[in-house]
């Protein structure tokens, strides 16, 4: 039956081009999904590489407000403990704190990520600076009260972080750790100076300050021999620079002074406004040391994110490429395998409807001698697949054997004819046709 051919159920069965498809669609699912796991993985890369440039420009940032900040502690921790001469410098010097407060805010504008909120939390912290300010101004401050305030402050924003020590790569981690090392180094030294300064006029340190200053240069000592271990001899030579100016050398020899006194201070061994310029000084080159660890961090930071960025933008070329040539192999085979089955079955209609008779006819009915050409063969578009061009040629092979059978029996006919053939012989023939 011809029903038979097009299945038992209900439904058309279903045509090769969509076989063919859903094969492909099959096959182009597995590396999608796949390219979609690594796009997803590159992302991460560089969003983590773009967070951590941002977070070491915002670290460099801080540094520079909280650098501000040991200074202020350092004048007016000795204001209040009697240096009267650092009157003249507080003002020029909280200018300078609020300007590095004023930058630290605007780096944060627009920023809303972890990191950005502990900075924010922090600085909570300044809201008290303004009544330290007016109670030294006043001569109601008190040398511990400034002291304890200006640390704790500083070390609550020195102590943040911001993530840099958690990334991934080792270069940066170990930058980032040389410049944590230092800032304590900077810190200590820092404490070491205000804490006399806070003591030196009265004569000896105040209540228990010299247990406090002895705990504070060990802490100076340990991070100093804890920085070769993440630092790189370049940045090693950077910190040894800064420790043997002769100003570094005259700080040491009065910090030798306060370390043999027991606990008593004079000015005469440590003359404050000395004391003040050597530290300072000190301070200053501890400075130019971490700012230029600051940039190692940041330009280690900024080629880790311009990398990422390359290798996301390569990424997303090949996997465009990739979706590019799959889907080329997919028009192909459609093209070569499902297109031409398509056109040559509506030529193999063609010929069994109309061309293949008309031949055999003009054969039956032509001029005897003179016989007509055999039917044209099966045309398929170009590119069409190799079992494709078999199933035409094979097609071509019946139609002309066909077409030979009907030239055949024809010529037979007409000889049967001519030599007087019986009527039973003549319908034998057209039988056969």
Known sequence: MPGARRGTGHTAPRT????????????????????????AEQISAYRNAAATADNARLEITLQGLVHELQKERGLTTGYVGGVREFGARL????????????RLHRALVGR?????ASVRE?????????????????GTGAV????????????????????????????????YHALHVLGNVKEFTGEERAIVLGSVRSGRFRADDYGRFLQIRAGRLAALESFPRSATRAQERRLDAALTTPDAGRALAYEGVAVRGGGRLGSRG?????????????????????????????????????????????????????????????????????????VLAQQAREVAGGRLPRAV?????????????????????????????????AFDRVQRAL???????????????????????LLQVGDRL
């Open 270 to 342: 440590i003359p404050p406004m000395s004391w003040w310029e050597s530290m300072t000084s000190t301070i200053n080159g501890l400075r130019d040391v971490q700012t230029s660890l600051g940039r190692d961090v940041e330009h280690r930071a900024a080629g880790l994110e311009s990398a990422a960025r390359r290798d996301l933008l390569l990424f997303v070329l090949f996997a465009l490429g990739t979706v590019a040539a799959l889907g080329h192999l997919t028009l192909d085979c459609v093209r070569s395998v499902s297109t031409p089955l398509a």
């Open 112 to 116: 809303d990520d972890a990191a950005a």
């Open 16 to 39: 090769i081009r969509t076989r063919l498809l859903s094969i492909l669609v099959l096959a182009l699912a597995v590396p999608l999904a796949l390219l979609g796991a690594a796009a």
């Open 403 to 425: 077409f030979d059978l009907a030239t055949e029996q024809a010529a037979r006919r007409r000889a049967e004819r001519s030599s007087g053939g019986s009527p039973a012989q």
């Open 122 to 138: 922090s600085l909570g912290r300044l809201g008290g600076l303004a009544g330290i300010r007016r109670h030294a101004g006043d």
């Open 144 to 175: 511990k009260d400034t002291f304890d305030y200006f640390t704790t402050t500083i070390t609550g924003l020195d102590r943040l972080g911001l993530g840099l020590d958690d990334v991934h790569d080792g270069r940066l981690r170990a930058a």
């Open 361 to 393: 006819a003009s054969v039956r009915n032509g001029t005897p001698g003179r016989n007509p050409g055999p039917p044209v063969p099966l045309a398929v578009p170009d590119r069409s697949a190799a079992e494709v061009l078999d199933i035409a040629d």
């Open 91 to 102: 003002p020029a010097q909280r200018k300078a704190t609020d300007a590095a407060r004023a």
